[in-house]
């Protein structure tokens, strides 16, 4: 099943990045896109995902450095961009995918795409990854660890439940029992032309 092969991959990229642990490290994508696309794009999109779960943690420290804290809100505007340009590159995929499939006449349409679907699950493998590390620390309590440990069993629960679905999806778009119908995010904030503070309107 698509999703068996989505949680290894995204297992993968948070053992792979957490040997050296550093948000500078260089990314290397272990799959080439020619032999093997959608694996290359799962494996970037949880590469992205887990670096910016380490910038969100550096970036509530209380005593950061004001400069460091913007220069680190920039890296975080810049990730999300790269996070919804790779979900919607993910689509691509489906859809080039299944272009012969025709729909059938009383096909209907999901409430998100594939790939946004995806990208809930790869968030849920660094929070289980993160609940898990919660379970086991040698220095919190006895209540803290079972506390956590029912938050991880709700996640991994809410994995299976997420992978069920997006297998069962996927499977109904190939069969024309659904059908795909992509709408670009069109990020604002980000755009020239569009952020009336970058384009210079006071």
């Not at 099943?1 to 990045?17: C, G, H, L, P, R």
Request: glycine share 0%.
């Amino acid at each position: 099943m698509f999703s068996s092969k989505a949680n290894s991959i995204f297992q993968d990229v948070i053992a792979t990045y957490k040997i050296k642990n550093t948000v500078d490290q260089p990314f290397e994508n272990k799959y080439d896109k020619n032999e093997d696309l959608i694996a290359h794009l799962l494996y970037r999109k949880c590469w992205i995902d887990t670096v910016q779960w380490a910038y969100e943690d550096i970036i509530r420290d209380p005593n950061i450095d004001p400069v460091a804290a913007l220069k680190l809100k920039r890296m975080i505007d810049a990730s999300n961009q790269d996070r919804t340009d790779t979900v919607e590159y993910i689509d691509s995929y489906f859809l080039e995918r299944h272009k012969e499939v025709q729909p059938k006449s009383n096909a209907k349409i999901n409430s998100e795409s594939p790939a946004w679907a995806i990208d809930r699950l790869s968030i849920l493998a660094l929070k289980i990854y993160h609940m898990h590390l919660e379970t086991v620390r040698t220095d919190a309590t006895d209540a803290h660890k079972a506390a956590c440990q029912k938050k991880l069993d709700t996640l991994l629960e809410q994995r299976e439940d997420l992978s069920t679905a997006i297998d069962d999806l996927l499977n109904d778009i190939a069969n024309g029992d659904k059908y795909m119908k992509v709408y670009k995010q069109m990020k604002m904030y980000n755009d020239d032309e569009l952020n009336p503070v970058l384009r210079g309107v006071k």
